[in-house]
């Protein structure tokens, strides 16, 4: 018989047992051996980790800080609205990505729920506005018109909108006093981006996913002083969520103040007369094109002579910036930026640029008599004037023969400067400019501060053209493949200007510089450009930085930091040649090309001077420019296929002046009706608990 243990178990069991043993043996010390690892090793790491993942932030948003005109009125502040919210991180956990919710809560709202959804959808390349660019994880705005009644359907039926809120906020606000828009000044916020985060990450001003920033104007210019910083009260919760804690809580702190130099009154007055302008110029006939003129934009700015502060400044199509608070719709997002909306978020009195027309001819005369011309004269002011085959005519083409410089600038006699300027081209050299030549029409301009941004502080400005030798060069460079392409010398006007361009594009022909030198041609300038010209030579010479922030003061009022005027430069010409220009300008008025419209104005008690400016551009009406100043003031008014100068803005210019100075039609002055009778410099007044005392709006 074979012996059995007393175990009662066979060999191959046995070693099965000790096999398993083993691997229990060996699973356990690789355990062991892990929590080792997790516990000793990396302990402290992970208990960092951990006790980050039990930690909650709620953030606090920021009060933006206010934008007050130059009397301590509201441009834009902000106001207390019921606003509805969606989370697209709780919207995206249901079956159907949330379309089912956003469709029962446009229901409620009363909107569509294909403009619902499109909200709270992502931007990116291929989707087109509206949409939301902000962070994917923060509350997304639908409306910020919800209505009590509406709240309380979302708050009390809860179950039915997961991931959605109804709760009062601070909503930004652009208040249109006295019914001054300011759109394009004011500008307009949205949600920071992403990439936004990440490049403000490490600087001095980080941003929060909820913050909203400026887009344009003073809301992007002032940003960061108006923005302030949100408060985030951070929470210890345990594993359940529970709040057991409260870790760190730092308070919100609302954003500075900004006290600009735009008067709210002259600012509606600005805008309603440019707007009234641009329609009557629209019911005037274009004989050249045989069509009603378009006007189809324009602008204004008035500014203060001495200091180069914006008093007004109005840009035509115009906008409401209210539509973009709480998210813009696509309805609103189509009308401004439409095909046939024009472009109106475009501040075309810094942007918009064109050729200046007559308006610039203070710029050659300068240079004539830097040149060495005496401004006494005599010029030949003949009906036209010709270079080889062709033939350049005056306007209107009227001869006043024999004339000085300052008569010249009285009646816009374009062939003076034609022969100034043809002279001028020949003796430095003509197609190949010799050694030392001294261009002294380019190099005028640039000492004026064209062809740079003047430095105003408002965002994206356009710096203008100088179109000097230089620029023909390198300007040829860039376009000679396409000319060349393009061009025939037996084609179409555009095709032999492009054949002539292929060949001589980079030199500097005579006719550029006749047309060059009554602001025709390849030169572009802004109406603020302009503006800061004549209010130079209203103070004497002096360039100013315009400005429109004239101080920011702290949320407690204990801090009031000045935005000083600042100047770059002064003009080049002498105090001789500063007070003939002055006296031609004057004659503007009384006997030249805008006296027509300025009959019976006060010119013994208000010494006003002007110049019109009628431009011609290739395939689209003439542009109609008027630049004015007083002592106090500048002016400048531009509108795009609006015809003359003196015709198309000329009125709507002494419209502006009669309500700054309190002038009646019939030339009368009723000082108790003047907006500014002096130049403003003061601040409105600031109390102690830092609230600013407004001055009562006119309507």
């Known amino acids: 018989m074979t012996n059995i243990p007393e175990t009662g178990r066979t060999p191959r069991v046995q070693i099965r047992l000790v096999i398993l043993q083993f691997l229990v043996l060996t699973l356990l010390a690789t355990l062991g051996g892990r929590l080792w690892y997790l516990q000793i090793r990396e302990g402290e790491e992970y208990a960092q980790k951990a006790s980050g993942n039990h930690v909650q932030q709620v953030v606090q948003p920021a009060v933006r800080g206010e934008i007050l005109d130059a009397r301590g009125v509201p441009l834009a502040d902000n106001e207390t609205r019921l606003v509805v919210s969606a989370s697209r991180t709780e919207l995206l956990k249901t079956d159907d990505g949330g379309k089912a919710i956003l469709t029962k809560l446009a229901g409620v709202l009363g909107m569509n729920p294909k403009d619902v959804m499109e909200k709270v959808r992502l931007c990116d390349a291929k989707t087109p506005q509206p949409c939301w660019n902000g962070s994917p994880y923060q509350p997304i705005p639908i409306t910020d018109r919800l209505t009590p009644r509406q709240a309380l359907q979302i708050r009390e039926r809860a179950e039915d909108f997961p991931g959605i809120t109804a709760e009062p906020e601070a909503t930004r606000r652009y208040a249109s006093p006295a019914d001054a828009n300011s759109a394009q000044v004011l500008g307009y916020l949205s949600p920071v981006t992403d990439d936004e985060i990440q490049q403000a990450k490490d ?129 609103d997002y189509k009308k401004l930026t439409g095909k046939d909306a024009n472009n109106p978020l475009l501040n075309r009195a810094t942007q918009g640029l064109a050729a200046p027309g007559s308006i610039f001819k203070v710029i050659p005369t ?43 600038l009285e009646v816009s ?210 542009t109609s420019w008027f630049a004015t100043y007083t002592k106090d003031y500048a002016i400048v008014m531009t509108i795009s296929q609006g015809g003359t100068g003196s015709g198309g803005s000329g009125p709507a210019v002494r419209a502006i002046y009669n309500a700054l100075y309190g002038v009646a039609e019939d030339g009368t002055i009723d000082r108790t009706k003047a907006l500014l009778p002096t130049p403003q410099r003061d601040l409105p007044k600031i109390r102690r608990d830092g609230t600013i005392v407004a001055a009562r709006t006119k309507p």
């Open 413 to 622: 006699c374009d062939t003076v400067y034609y022969r100034i300027a043809h002279e001028e081209w020949k003796k430095d050299g003509g197609l190949t400019a010799k050694k030392g030549a001294h261009d002294w029409f380019y190099k005028t301009a640039h000492q004026f501060g064209l062809g740079k941004a003047t430095g105003i502080d408002l965002p994206g400005e356009a710096a203008g053209r100088v179109p000097d030798r230089r620029w023909k060069r390198e300007y040829w460079e860039a376009n000679k493949d396409a000319w060349c392409k393009s061009g025939k010398r037996d084609g179409s006007y555009a095709e032999q200007i492009a054949y002539e361009n292929c060949r001589q594009g980079n030199l500097m022909r005579a006719g550029d510089s006749v047309n060059y030198s009554i602001g025709q041609g390849d030169t572009l300038v802004t109406p603020v450009q302009m503006t800061s010209i004549y209010a130079a030579i209203s103070n004497g010479g002096t360039l100013h930085v315009p400005t429109v922030g004239k101080a920011v003061v702290s949320p407690d009022g204990k801090k009031v930091t000045e935005i000083a005027p600042r100047t770059h430069g002064k003009l080049p010409m002498t105090k001789q040649t500063r007070d003939q220009i002055d006296q031609a300008l004057a004659g503007v008025v009384t006997q030249g090309s805008a006296a027509w419209r300025f009959g019976g104005w006060p010119q013994d008690e208000i010494p006003l001077h002007a110049k019109t400016g009628t431009a011609e551009v290739y395939g689209k009406q003439t």
């Open 203 to 331: 600087t001095d001003s980080p941003y929060l996913r909820s913050d909203q920033v400026g887009r344009s104007g003073l809301e992007r210019q002032y940003d960061k002083e108006l923005r302030g910083k949100a408060g985030i009260t951070r929470y210890t919760v345990d594993n359940l969520g529970r709040v057991t804690g409260t870790a760190v809580s730092d308070a919100a702190r609302p954003g500075s103040t900004l006290i600009t130099s735009i008067d709210s009154r002259v600012q509606r007055i600005a805008e309603a007369e440019l707007d009234k302008a641009m329609k009557a110029a629209r019911t005037q006939w274009d004989h050249n094109t045989n069509q009603r003129y378009k006007a189809d934009s324009g602008a204004v700015v008035v500014m203060e002579a001495k200091t180069g502060r914006i008093v007004a400044m109005a840009s035509n199509p115009t906008y409401d910036p209210n539509a973009w608070v709480g998210g813009i719709s696509a309805a």
């Open 366 to 408: 300068t240079a004539a008599v830097n040149a060495g011309y005496p401004f006494g004269g005599p010029y030949e002011c003949s009906e036209s004037y010709s270079i080889g085959n062709q033939v350049f005519t005056n306007f209107e083409s009227k001869g006043y023969g024999p004339i000085s410089l300052g008569r010249a």
